[in-house]
T-cell receptor, first 114, second 113 residues
């Protein structure tokens, strides 16, 4: 799986959009970009994933550059409850019965300020 | 629908004691995982089970054993606990094919004195 690089920390004002960048310059054509977050003391939570196109769900939007070497997770209206560590992970398609692992790096600590 | 349930939530052991962490999921997932997280660090994979009847070592398997009891349950055993195993342990499960969405339990805080 490709290596990812994220800033260690970011701040965002409550109500504003939080834009979390991730660099994955060695991503290969069949690898997906996943985002998870971990609120303090809790288990990680899946947010969103994408391959090439931009994706949006009820939690966030994922913007992937055309060359796929970087992406941005967007929380459109950040709240205090969005304060968490956000992990960007690149991973290939998992075939049934295959042995694949999801590797979490150190992530970005997002602090939403009142 | 409980998702992934871990027991116990907290445990204190003395060095050399043994214990088993239990994990169960009710989502009919094929794959299950055990991670540990030390203070200020990311998650590290201990063991995983891609499907019922199979288990494989992750990044940090030493000092641990696992059992995939059935499709629902995946236990982690510490045979002789050491202070270095003081950590928060998370169990997770996923469908095990295609797009990987892992669902995590709430964690077990383990202290080894």
């Amino acid at each position: 799986d490709a290596k990812t690089t994220q800033p260690p920390s970011m701040d965002c004002a409550e109500g504003r959009a939080a834009n979390l960048p991730c660099n994955h310059s060695t991503i290969s054509g069949n690898e997906y970009v996943y985002w998870y977050r971990q609120i303090h003391s809790q288990g990680p939570q899946y947010i969103i994933h994408g391959l090439k196109n931009n994706e949006t769900n009820e939690m966030a939007s994922l913007i992937i550059t055309e060359d796929r070497k970087s992406s941005t997770l967007i929380l459109p209206h950040a709240t205090l409850r969005d304060t968490a560590v956000y992990y960007c992970i690149v991973r290939g398609f998992q075939y049934s019965g295959s042995a694949r692992q999801l590797t979490f790096g150190s992530g970005t600590q997002l602090t939403v300020l009142p | 629908n409980a998702g992934v349930t871990q027991t116990p939530k907290f445990q204190v052991l003395k060095t050399g004691q043994s214990m088993t962490l239990q994990c169960a999921q009710d989502m009919n997932h094929n794959s299950m995982y055990w991670y540990r997280q030390d203070p200020g660090m990311g998650l590290r994979l201990i063991y995983y089970s891609a499907s019922e009847g199979t288990t494989d070592k992750g990044e940090v398997p030493n000092g641990y054993n696992v059992s995939r009891l059935n499709k629902r349950e995946f236990s982690l055993r510490l045979e002789s606990a050491a202070p270095s195993q003081t950590s928060v342990y998370f169990c997770a499960s996923s469908l095990g094919q295609g797009i990987e969405k892992l669902f995590f339990g709430s964690g077990t805080q383990l202290s080894v004195l």
